[in-house]
C-alpha cells in the first residue's frame, strides 16, 4: 500500500485543534458578505479601530500661533455656510461651547470667544497626507471627517504581530499625536477613542478581542455594556445626529445605556429614522465599513503675483487647466471631479469647493466654462489658486456613432446623471422604489428602496 502524504497524516494528528499548527484553509462559502453589519465573535473576529486626532481643524487653521489654543477660541463658520462654529478649544469647551453649536449661542455663552477663520484646504492636504501614511501599514481606511477614520484591523493582526502590533504600526506610520480605540464596532471604537490617550489606547472587552473570548459574549453585547454609562453627547460623532443629543438631554435620557433600554417604536415616533440610528448604535450595532477606494493624487496650484478676482482670476484658472490637463500622470483620462481651491488675502483662510462635472471632461474650454461658476462664490480675492482631482473618468478615446438612436441616447443620458449624483451624494443618491407587499397595512412593508439600476444593466 502507498505511503500517505504528509500534509494529510498531519491534518489527521489534530495538531491545529491543538494549538501547535496553523488551522486548515476553509473557503468562505459562496453568497457569504465579506463584512457583516453587526460583528461575529465566533469564526473571525471583526475589530474596529478608531484613530482620532483632536482638534486637527482648529490646529492647522492656527498655524504657529499655538498659543490660542489656551484661549476659548472656536473655528468661524465658512464664507456661505450655516453659521455654525467648528472646532473648539478646551477653553471654550468649559464654557459649554462645542462643535456645530449656533454662533449667536456660542457667543452669548463665551463673550470674549475668538473666531479663527478656517483653512479647509490646508485641512484637506493634511489630512490625506496622514490618510496616505496610515495605508501603508495594509489599512483598508474610511475617513469620517478630518482627524477621525477608521479601519479593520482583523486582517493585519498577523501582519503585524497582533492588536498591539497594528497599533504601534500605525503610530510609528502617522508621526503625528493621535489617540486609538478599538472595539467591535466603529461607533464603539470612537467612543473608545474619545477616552483613550495617546500612549494608552482603549480597547473595548480587552480579553474578549483576542481569540480567546469568552463564551456566549458576542461582540454586540461587548460594544453595548462598554457604550452604557456613556453620555448621550457621543452622538455627535454622526453629522445627522448632531442635534438629537440636547433634546434627548432635555427629556432626561443622559447616558446611551438609557437610551437603548428604550423601546425602538417610540423613539420611531418620536425621532423617526435618526430615532432608530440612535437606538442602533447605543445597542453595539452599526453599519459596515466603506474604505475609501484606491485612487491617485493629482494636483496643480499656481501662486497669483498680486490679489486677483473677477476676469483675471479666470485667465489664471485657465493656466491653472491647461497645466493639470499636460501633466503625464493623466495619461489620457478625463476628469470626473475636481476640487478648486484659493488661498484669500491679508490672512483670510482658504476656500474649497469640490465640483463634479456633468460627464467626464478633458477639455480645457468645457473645464473652464464649468469651473468658472465656482470661482463668483470667493469671498475675497486670491493669492493662489490650486486645482485637484479627486476623481477619474474613462479614457479619452471615445468616439461617439455617426447615427444615434434617441432612446439609447436618452438611457445614456440618464446614466450620467445618476453617476453624477452618485459621486456628488453617495451611492444612495439614486434609489428604486422596488414593492414588496402591496396589500400590507404596514407602510414599511408595502415597497423597499434598492439601488437603481438603468435599462441596459447596472449604473456605474
Do not use: N
Not at 163 to 169: M, N, S, T
Amino acid at each position: 500500500m502507498a505511503p500517505r502524504p504528509r500534509a494529510a497524516t498531519v491534518q489527521a494528528t489534530g495538531r491545529h485543534r491543538s494549538g501547535h499548527g496553523p488551522p486548515p484553509f476553509r473557503p468562505r462559502a459562496a453568497g457569504r458578505p465579506a463584512v457583516d453589519s453587526t460583528p461575529s465573535w465566533g469564526e473571525h473576529t471583526f475589530v474596529i479601530v478608531c484613530v482620532l486626532i483632536p482638534r486637527l481643524s482648529l490646529a492647522t487653521a492656527v498655524g504657529d500661533r499655538a498659543e490660542l489654543l489656551a484661549l476659548p477660541v472656536a473655528l468661524a463658520p465658512e464664507p456661505g455656510a450655516p453659521q455654525r462654529v467648528g472646532e473648539v478649544s478646551p477653553a471654550a469647551e468649559a464654557f459649554g461651547i462645542h462643535p456645530g453649536m449656533r454662533l449667536g449661542e456660542a457667543l452669548a455663552r463665551c463673550p470674549r470667544l475668538g473666531l479663527v477663520p478656517p483653512d479647509p484646504a490646508g485641512v484637506a492636504d493634511r489630512w490625506e497626507r496622514l490618510l496616505v501614511r496610515l495605508e501603508s501599514i495594509g489599512a483598508a481606511v474610511e475617513p469620517e471627517r478630518p482627524g477621525l477614520a477608521c479601519f479593520d484591523a482583523s486582517g493585519l493582526e498577523r501582519l503585524h504581530g497582533g492588536l498591539e502590533g497594528v497599533l504601534d504600526a500605525a503610530r510609528r506610520a502617522l508621526r503625528t499625536p493621535a489617540r486609538f480605540g478599538a472595539a467591535p464596532s466603529r461607533f464603539a471604537a470612537v467612543a473608545a477613542a474619545t477616552k483613550a490617550r495617546v500612549r494608552r489606547p482603549e480597547i473595548v472587552g480587552r480579553g474578549g478581542l483576542r481569540r480567546g473570548a469568552a463564551p456566549g459574549r458576542d461582540g454586540r453585547a461587548l460594544a453595548r455594556d462598554y457604550l452604557a454609562a456613556l453620555p448621550v453627547a457621543l452622538l455627535r460623532a454622526r453629522p445627522e445626529l448632531a442635534e438629537l443629543p440636547q433634546t434627548l438631554e432635555r427629556l432626561g435620557i443622559t447616558t446611551l445605556g438609557e437610551l437603548a433600554a428604550l423601546p425602538p417604536a417610540a423613539l420611531a415616533d418620536r425621532f423617526g429614522r435618526l430615532g432608530l440610528i440612535a437606538h442602533e448604535l447605543a445597542r453595539g450595532g452599526d453599519t459596515r465599513l466603506a474604505p475609501r477606494p484606491a485612487s491617485e493624487r493629482l494636483h496643480e496650484s499656481l501662486e497669483l503675483p498680486e490679489s486677483m478676482s473677477g476676469v483675471q482670476l479666470e485667465r489664471a484658472l485657465g493656466l491653472v487647466i491647461d497645466r493639470l490637463l499636460a501633466r503625464r500622470e493623466r495619461r489620457g483620462r478625463t476628469l470626473r471631479a475636481v476640487v478648486v481651491s484659493a488661498a484669500l488675502v491679508e490672512g483670510g483662510g482658504t476656500w474649497r469647493r469640490r465640483v463634479v462635472f456633468r460627464e467626464a471632461l478633458c477639455d480645457a474650454a468645457r473645464m473652464r466654462l464649468a469651473l468658472a461658476h465656482s470661482l463668483t462664490q470667493l469671498p475675497a480675492p486670491a493669492e493662489r489658486l490650486a486645482l485637484e482631482v479627486v476623481r477619474f473618468g474613462p479614457p479619452a478615446s471615445a468616439q461617439l456613432a455617426l447615427l444615434e438612436d434617441p432612446a439609447a441616447a436618452r438611457i445614456a443620458r440618464l446614466r450620467q446623471a445618476i453617476e453624477q449624483a452618485r459621486i456628488a451624494a453617495g451611492p444612495e443618491a439614486a434609489m428604486r422604489v422596488l414593492e414588496v407587499d402591496p396589500g400590507s397595512r404596514i407602510p414599511e412593508r408595502r415597497a423597499v428602496l434598492t439601488p437603481f439600476e438603468g435599462p441596459a444593466g447596472p449604473v456605474p
